[in-house]
């Protein structure tokens, strides 16, 4: 009698500490300048509003950022690709501070 060989499950990535790191500080990053970008957006709304709807959109990027960072199939991709939507989010805020200033 011949048994079938279950296909063994595979190990934890090695890279999970660096995927949780790029998640950690570059999701941060990325929800603080998400939330600044909102601001420019909203210059006419109410300070009391805006500020509230900034500060409650910082959570919510950056635990989505650390929840989806384990996608990336390396620690290396996750830091180039929140690094590079780092980069992409704070060239949106700045087109937005410097346009709106003219």
Same mark, same amino acid.
Request: with cysteine; proline share 6%; hydrophobic share 55%.
């Given at each position: 009698?011949?048994? @079938? !060989?279950? /296909?063994? /499950? ?7 500490? !660096? ?8 999701? @941060? %990053? ?12 909203? /210059? %006419? ?10 500060? &409650?959109?910082? /959570?919510?990027? &950056? ?13 290396? +991709?996750? &830091? ?13 805020? &700045?087109?937005? +501070?410097?346009?709106?200033? %003219?």
């Amino acid at each position: 009698m011949t048994t @079938l !060989s279950k /296909p063994k /499950p595979k190990p934890t990535q090695p890279d999970w500490i !660096s995927k949780t790191l790029a998640g950690l500080l570059l999701g @941060l %990053s990325l929800a603080i300048i998400c939330s600044g970008v909102l601001m420019a957006i909203l /210059p %006419s709304m109410s300070l009391a509003v805006s500020g509230q709807l900034a500060m &409650w959109l910082v /959570p919510l990027v &950056w635990l989505t950022a650390l929840s989806l960072v384990y996608l990336f199939a390396s620690g290396l +991709r996750a &830091w180039i690709g929140l690094g590079g939507l780092n980069l992409l989010a704070l060239g949106v805020w &700045w087109l937005l +501070r410097t346009g709106s200033g %003219s």
